[in-house]
């Protein structure tokens, strides 16, 4: 009789939520769950759980939530649960190695890349904002320096010109989760395991995405404006300044520009033919969903009418 390996599980977002469930429907023996501490949100400003502390609870999982790995406390508790497998999806903290040197049977991570491409915090998103034609999950061998480790297994999807990254999220966190519990059934049957070196010469790194880079620039081209679009949902999403508030742009399309709006005003945002449009330096996009800052997201007509747009007014 195969013996079950006892897995700690470290996640916090929502991209780390199908691999849980896939360990656990898989019958294998997840003993704890690391997860980051409740964090205070919504207008209250309440502690909220994490997603996978949320699943953790509804399976009875018990939860670990420390502030920090770097302690002693937490290495004894993790060393008293003598688990022999650790695996990581989006997890947040940093793991010293001697956390990892716990773990008899090794420690592996879900990674949303083809690594070696796209190494660090927000590679989905930045491979859409590059126009990457297609992307993946790679499950490695954890190491101490950042998505660096052996690469075990990974599996490819296309990028289409429509796909945001919140989709593309939801894709490969699904694939990871199959992914990481066929390798742990198969570590459980002992059966052979091949790991590949990461060739160094082709690294890229994502950068975490900030705020600062949510703003449009009519400067850009409408292909890296439609692909930043696509790459921020739905976070933080793009944003330019409207009769002095924000407004979100969810989703937007090229436009052809012709005759009788050619000289538009750079950055002037106007109705045409029904349509919502901004021009740019080079080109103009057409505008079909968008969020006026304090509102709910609506789509173009609805933002003509409710803000009486008939004529051409300016961004800021």
Not at 43 to 48: A, E, H, N, P, Q
Not at 145 to 155: F, T, V, W, Y
Not at 296 to 312: C, H, P, Q, V, W
Request: charged share 25%.
């Amino acid at each position: 009789m195969i013996k079950n390996l006892k897995i700690i599980f470290a996640g916090t977002p929502e991209f780390s939520v199908p691999t849980l469930i896939s360990l656990n429907n898989q019958e294998l023996e997840v003993s704890h769950v690391l997860t980051q501490p409740d964090r205070p949100s919504g207008r209250g400003m309440k502690d909220s759980y994490s997603p996978v502390k949320k699943i953790a609870l509804s399976l009875n999982i018990p939860i670990l939530q420390p502030q920090t790995l770097k302690g002693d406390d937490i290495y004894e508790i993790l060393q008293s649960c003598n688990a022999d497998i650790l695996v990581v999806v989006a997890y947040g903290l940093i793991i010293p190695e001697r956390i990892l040197a716990l773990f008899p049977m090794g420690c592996y991570n879900v990674h949303a890349s083809l690594l070696p491409r796209w190494r660090g915090a927000a590679p989905i998103h930045r491979a859409i904002e590059n126009g990457d034609r297609e992307t993946g999950v790679t499950i490695m061998s954890v190491v101490k320096k950042l998505d660096a480790g052996p690469m075990i297994i990974s599996e490819k999807i296309n990028l289409n010109e429509n796909i945001t990254a919140g989709e593309a999220t939801n894709k490969l966190a699904n694939i990871g989760g199959e992914l990481m519990s066929r390798l742990i059934l198969r570590i459980q049957k002992k059966l052979a395991v091949q790991m590949i070196e990461q060739d160094e010469r082709h690294v890229t790194y994502a950068e975490k995405i900030s705020k600062a880079e949510a703003k449009l620039e009519v400067n850009d081209s409408a292909e890296i404006i439609l692909r930043k679009i696509r790459a921020f949902n739905p976070y933080p999403g793009v944003s330019i300044i409207y009769r002095s508030k924000i407004l979100k742009i969810w989703k937007a399309v090229k436009f052809e520009l012709n005759d009788s709006i050619e000289g538009m005003n750079v950055g002037g945002l106007y109705s045409f033919n029904g349509d919502l449009i901004l021009k740019l330096v080079n080109g103009a996009i057409n505008i079909m969903e968008l969020q006026p800052e304090g509102k709910n997201k609506m789509d173009a007509s609805s933002f003509i009418r409710g803000y009486e747009l008939t004529r051409i007014e300016p961004i800021n």
